[in-house]
Nanobody, 118 residues
């Protein structure tokens, strides 16, 4: 069965850091683009970061450029999101997502809450 299991969310002070992890199973991880999305109350779901199957290409949403870093370890079937200099506007549920365009596969994790206090 396909599973994406996030961890690392929680409560952090403004200016602090968190590292999210997403452990994948049930598919050939290295052939999938991995993404982090987030959704805050009253807002659209937003693409935060993407990383290609080999890790050679990354993309970031404008609001997180320079602060967040996506990475992956294909030997561990895990994708990470390092979040630095957090602010209250980063408060959201963060979702791990896997995509393989050639077969339209599309998998979602359950989400993990990130709350940045003020």
């Amino acid at each position: 069965q396909v599973q994406l299991v996030e961890s690392g969310g929680g409560l952090v002070q403004p200016g602090g850091s968190l590292r999210l992890s997403c452990a994948a199973s049930g598919f050939i991880f290295s052939t999938y683009t991995m993404n982090w999305y987030r959704q805050a109350p009253g807002k659209e779901r937003e693409l935060v970061a993407s990383i290609s199957g080999t890790g050679s290409s990354t993309n970031y949403g404008d609001s997180v450029k320079g602060r967040f870093t996506i990475s992956r370890d294909n030997a561990k079937n895990t994708v990470y999101l390092q979040m630095n200099n957090l602010n209250p506007e980063d408060t959201a549920v963060y979702y791990c997502h896997a995509r393989r365009a050639v077969n339209k596969s599309n998998y979602w994790g359950q989400g993990t809450q990130v709350t940045v206090s003020s």
